[in-house]
């Protein structure tokens, strides 16, 4: 869809791609935080926006490739610039139509799962990109339990699958993997929404066998 695209092409140009570390980044911390990186390691991050995940992850001495993915053109140019490791590549590309490559141990994504065309067709592409064991960690803040966030679709004006906790939870289960959640709260911020609700993240693993 033209209007996703070409509005992350203009965040990636007006500031709202660090906005966007800013905002997301304590969270995203506190979550990856919980993950144990003790063996070699692969990363995929979906919706990598200026990359930031992507540098941090390449940072764990285990991490052997830190990838990002975005289909935003504008996006993917900024992370490049910004590129501080030789772990670290970047691929102008929609998620749907990346071609498989190599397989991943972790994909992550932050705020762009909801954004895709078909949410059915991008999970059956990642579970597809990961390694046997391998998990997806997605997280959200936009989602119909967290009713604050609900009214960003008006605000946007693209394409933004909203969806409850309990659906997202379908989704991955009928993409093939077993499910768990976690909601990380920011108990101190100024917005109601980010103490009581806060980021949901969806945790997909792909069975060893
Ligand atoms: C709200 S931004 C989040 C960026 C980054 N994850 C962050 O937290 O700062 C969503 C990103 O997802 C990207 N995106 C949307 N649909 C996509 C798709 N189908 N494939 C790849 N990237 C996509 C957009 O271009 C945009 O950069």
Redesign the pocket.
Known sequence: MGG??K???E??QNGR?EL??E??GGN?SKFLESISFDRPFTFL??????G??VREIAKEENCKKSIG????KK?IMQARKKIKSKKEEYIH????S?KNREKFDFIF?????Y???SIEI?LKKIYKLLKPGGQFFC?TDFYTDNKATARWANMMKIQMHLHSKKEWKEFFENAGFNVKTKNIKDLKNKKKWKREYGTLFIIGIKSEK
């Open positions: 996703v695209r509005t992350f092409d965040w990636a791609a966007m570390e905002e997301h995203v991050d979906v919706g990598c926006g200026n930031w995940v993915v975005d289909k935003s996006m590309a929609d998620i749907e990346m994504s932050m705020e762009s799962l954004y895709v065309d991008a997280g």
